[in-house]
Structures are given as C-alpha cells and as structure tokens.
Nanobody
Framework: QVQLVQSGGGLVQAGGSLRLSCAVSERTFSPYSMGWFRQAPGKERFFVAAIMWSDGNTHYADAVEGRFTDFRDNTENTIHLQMNNLKVEDTAHYYC?????????????????WGQGTQVTVSS
C-alpha cells in the first residue's frame, strides 16, 4: 500500500516562506506525477502544483506561479513545495497527491493517493 507522508507547514507572516515535504512510503513506487492541492475552509480542493516524474516538468496554478516551486529529491523519493512570498490567501490545508498512471484528460494531477494534509496559515 502506497502511503504519502507529509511534513512541514505551520504559521508564517505574509511575505514569509515555508516548505512542505511529501515522502512516498514505497521506494519502488514510480508515480506518473506528484504534487499538491489545497483546501481553504468552506471552499473546494484546489490544484496548486505538480511535477511529472519522468522528465521533471512542472505545472502551477496561476495563483502561485512564480512564488511556489515544486521539486523532487530523487534519492529520497520525496517532493517538496517551496512557498515564498506567502499571502494571506494562501492559508489552507495542503495535501500531497500522486498519480500512478497518466490520465489523458488535460490535467497534470488527479490524486490516486493522498497525504494526510498539513495546515499552512499566513497572517497579515
């Protein structure tokens, strides 16, 4: 059973930085893509970023483009989300996700597997 174990997150002032990490429990698991979603209270889950495992290409939501970086640690089968210049509107519960296969429906990440989630709170 593949598990995604998240770490990081917390409370930061606007303009600050945080890093989230997501480790895959099964070292032999090679996903098609991995990335992040977030969900604010009372709102739907929202795609944030994804990295394609085969070539390292990344995709970002417009709201985080240029501020967030999704990158992979090959040796640890882990991804990280570096979040810079955080805004109050980035406050949400962040979830790591992975797709085992490619879904040809025009989205980089759907979520076959999910992490436990971690809270990011940005204060003004």
């Amino acid at each position: 059973q593949v598990q995604l174990v998240q770490s990081g997150g917390g409370l930061v002032q606007a303009g600050g930085s945080l890093r989230l990490s997501c480790a895959v429990s099964e070292r032999t698991f090679s996903p098609y893509s991995m990335g992040w979603f977030r969900q604010a209270p009372g709102k739907e889950r929202f795609f944030v970023a994804a990295i394609m495992w085969s070539d390292g290409n990344t995709h970002y939501a417009d709201a985080v483009e240029g501020r967030f970086t999704d990158f992979r640690d090959n040796t640890e089968n882990t991804i990280h989300l570096q979040m810079n210049n955080l805004k109050v509107e980035d406050t949400a519960h962040y979830y790591c996700a992975a797709d085992a296969i490619h879904y040809p429906i025009g989205v980089p990440l759907l979520g076959d597997y999910w992490g436990q989630g971690t809270q990011v709170t940005v204060s003004s």
